[in-house]
């Protein structure tokens, strides 16, 4: 059986390059936005989508964490990509000439010191593949775009300067996401339990969370905060806990977390993989 796959971006985006690694004999579908990626999978145009969740330089896919909390999908895979950021430019064009630079605002972020030192100019796209198709069209010497040496070759331009990210370890973490809740149940594997809840705005309660979570013999291993969005000063985290919650016990601890929280939700939980 053949999935479809939703992805953000063109051919060439990280996000597509991702989602040809993981699913390779499946048929890709490329979307504007995150919401529209997303919204494919809710509504039954496509079977998983993958989207980016962090940076290890530039940090958190707000976008995508904004959509788990308020959407319905699941996550059932987490996969991590080495991401080499490429300076492309036209033909002819040498990075002398280069004036301003074009790529998504992660990719700006994660090249800032090559930025600076070369005193270029930034304009946000809305991914790193779109940027680099923009250059191209646009044949301007003086304009380049910070994308995959994939993107260059894909739309004629060439590489002026590779790996100008500044953390050579940079790395994003992209997950699958499902309509489905294919929760790992392997008692001999690690198992990660993704879980999303938003405290009450009252002294403690976000301490009482987490004091519910080790009371319960569960391992905290990554907390993020977000802002609810149309709700001033509220915020809503997104936690990493080793163990199983989908268990009896798990189910215990999620009751527990209700009486402190305004909302609590499993989002994922899967085991994790020898070669991770």
Known sequence: MNYKIAYCGIEGAFANIAARNIFPSDELVAFTSFPHAYASVENGQCDFAVLPLENSFAGDVRGVFDLLFKGNLFIT????????????????????????????????????????????QTIASVNTAIAAKEVAQKGDKTVAAIASEEAGRLYGLKALAKGINQDTENTTRFAVLSRDADYARNEEAKIISY????????????????????????????????PVQNAPWEYYFYAEVEGCLASRNGQKLIDKLKKCCLSVKLIGQIAEREDA
């Open 195 to 226: 879980l999303m809840f938003n405290v009450k705005n009252v002294p403690g309660a976000l301490s009482s969370a987490i004091k519910i979570i080790s009371k319960k013999d569960y391992n905290l291993i990554g907390l993020h905060s977000h």
């Open 77 to 120: 895979q987490i996969f991590e990509f080495r991401i080499s950021q490429t300076l492309l430019g036209v033909e002819g064009a040498e990075i002398s000439d280069i004036k301003t630079v074009y790529s998504h605002q992660q990719a700006l972020d994660q090249c800032t010191q090559f930025i600076t030192d070369h005193g270029f």
